[in-house]
């Protein structure tokens, strides 16, 4: 060609078109978009097709859904195939809400079109545009033909129509219709052939990147389902659909890192993955994450993120998550102590299915946490229609509310009743059941039936009545039985799970005068952890063992310190203590 033919061909509008495309191409974004802009302008459809990519993608100009659309819907209009499959794809994923493409005598009207908002689909637009397209032969607009009539409107559904486009899109070597085959076969999968099908055809589909085809296609290697089962493989189809944010498949795979099925054990990186999963949405994955903090998995535990992990589950209703919130409220663990706000987490539960909730919640109730004349109503109805099912738990909450009267009277009678059908298997119960037998509340009174179920609820591991059946161990009050070995290692257990009562009496034991050894050491131990938590008579044991040296320290300044305390909480003994300590220091004048 002569350089005359060439400078023309430059200056026609196919070579002005390549020229701005090669432009684009070669990194001069702005100078080919410019180029571009006065071609569309001028009414060249493959022009206005990527005018409209540039602002959609914000290629060398600032992205505008917007002025995406608009190009595109030009383009469309002059038959070009691609931007109608772009504009159905548009109108299927949705504009923002009170988004017209509409013509005009001068172009499109988008004097009122918002900036953002959600999207609002269109599937009958999408469908007509979806359907220009892929009657020309598009494989991509075939396949979201497929998808619109599988899951567009009642109206425009066609499962068999629907599979066609498929079947056309994949043949074509379409990733979109290989995925959308295999989701057709799926459906009605009911020999392993028609598995293996649609297992090739997900094969297919991840070679086009697709995170849906991942997920699908791990998950039947994890079972097994059309394909041999190899864990390795499904834990790499995982991660690849979880690159994609496949928030599944997010979750799956950080639950295979944090238990090392078919891939090696990696707490961190399981952690970050399940973080992606419950921030996308997961709300499994956010309660798992609440476990692993609050336990501390290979890092100390921190109640602080747990509690955050398991507000996210539990604002989505997760009972687990939300049982386990309200035991953080209602202990003051990693959040401030508010029994109320405990309660309110225990009903979330209870209402979404958690039975062990019911009791937290109706305990709480009984403790004095507010609620309303016609909760407890409904808390007294479910528990009632729980019990005459035969449910344990339901009988005990029953059981406990005619205790303590909570929709009105006190029925003491039929308090009783109910304790004792729950007590074949509530450890709560076990305890009620058995005070009651021991204090003759309304039931005739029988100390020997009243330490078997209170030494049964101790045993089960309850510190109330651990603490209860060891001071009737120590005093032997029940046909003479003392066993102070046994009190030691129920009122040691009492403590180490945090009761109070227990540090104190373990203490106790521990000073002296008792059917154990004497371990005044591992006494001041007790006395002062009981003491830090605020038990009025571990202050003043700890004050009188530090003042006089019993267990071979002595700090009369610290002890002062605890008697004193003591004293302010009206602990008789305490103000002796202190005037024997004022006594034995030397006069100034001496």
């Not at 200056?11 to 571009?36: C, M, N, P, W, Y």
């Not at 987490?345 to 979404?352: D, L």
């Not at 007294?380 to 005459?388: G, I, L, S, V």
Request: charged content about 25%.
């Amino acid at each position: 060609m002569s350089f005359k033919s060439r400078l023309a061909a430059l200056f026609s509008s196919k070579g002005k078109l390549d020229h701005a495309i090669r432009l684009t191409e070669s990194g001069k974004t702005v100078q080919g978009f410019a180029l571009l802009s006065r071609l569309a302008a001028a009414g060249d459809g493959e022009a206005a097709f990527r005018v409209g990519r540039a602002y959609l993608d914000g290629i060398g100009v600032p992205p505008s859904l917007e002025e995406g659309a608009r190009w595109i819907y030009q383009s469309a209009k002059t038959g070009h195939i691609e931007a109608a499959f772009v504009l159905a794809t548009l109108y299927t994923v949705g504009l923002p809400e009170g988004f017209e493409i509409r013509p005009t005598h001068e172009g499109l009207d988008l004097s009122h079109v918002p900036s953002a908002g959600p999207r609002h689909p269109d599937f009958h637009l999408g469908i007509h545009w979806a359907r220009i397209a892929a009657e020309a032969g598009s494989p991509d607009a075939q396949a979201l033909l497929g998808y619109i009539l599988t899951n567009g409107p009642e109206d425009l559904r066609d499962p068999a129509q629907a599979r066609s486009w498929y079947d056309r899109s994949a043949a074509a070597g379409c990733s979109q219709g290989h995925l959308g085959v295999a989701l057709a076969i799926l459906e009605d999968a009911r020999t392993d052939e028609q598995l293996a099908a649609a297992a090739r055809h997900l094969t297919e589909a991840t070679k086009g990147g697709l995170g849906t085809a991942f997920d699908i296609l791990g998950r039947m290697y994890e079972s097994g389902s059309g394909v041999p089962r190899d864990l390795g493989r499904a834990a790499t189809c995982f991660h690849e659909a979880a690159e994609r944010n496949i928030v599944t498949a997010q979750a799956r795979y950080g639950l295979m890192l944090l238990e090392g099925i078919g891939i090696r054990r990696h707490y961190g990186r399981a952690e970050t993955w399940l973080k992606r999963a419950a921030t996308n949405g997961d709300t499994q994955s956010a309660a798992l994450l609440g476990d692993l903090c609050a336990n501390g998995g290979d890092l100390p535990p921190n109640l602080v993120e747990a509690a955050r992990w398991y507000r996210l589950a539990a604002e989505q209703k997760h009972a687990g998550a939300a049982r386990a919130l309200g035991l953080l409220y209602l202990t003051g663990s990693g959040v401030h102590q508010d029994p109320d706000v405990a309660a309110h987490w225990f009903k979330v539960a209870s209402e979404s299915g958690d039975t062990h909730a019911d009791a937290d919640f109706g305990n709480l109730i009984l403790a004095g946490a507010s609620a309303t004349a016609d909760e407890k109503q409904a808390l007294h109805a479910r528990f009632e229609k729980a019990a005459e099912k035969g449910d344990l738990v339901g009988a005990y909450n029953l059981g406990v509310c005619y205790a303590e009267g909570v929709t009105g009277e006190q029925n003491g009678r039929e308090a009783a009743r109910w304790m004792q059908k729950a007590a074949d298997g509530v450890v709560n119960a076990q305890y009620w059941y058995g005070r009651m037998l021991l204090e003759g509340r309304d039931v005739q009174p029988d100390p020997t039936q009243a330490l078997y179920w209170m030494e049964k609820a101790a045993d089960a591991g309850m510190a109330e009545a651990q603490v209860a059946v060891a001071g009737l161990l120590v005093d032997g009050n029940i046909n003479g039985r003392r066993d102070h070995e046994k009190a030691l290692t129920l009122y040691r257990n009492a403590a180490e799970s945090g009761n109070v009562d227990a540090m104190f009496s373990l203490a106790a034991l521990y000073g002296g005068g008792h059917d154990v050894p004497e371990n005044r050491p591992q006494a001041q131990i007790w006395f002062r952890k009981a003491a830090q938590r605020g038990n009025g008579l571990a202050q003043m044991m700890l004050g009188r063992y530090l003042c006089r040296g019993l267990a071979g320290v002595t700090d009369p300044v610290e002890g002062r310190i605890w008697l004193e305390r003591a004293k302010a909480q009206n602990i008789r003994d305490a103000e002796a203590e202190l005037a024997l300590l004022d006594e034995a220091q030397p006069d100034d004048d001496d």
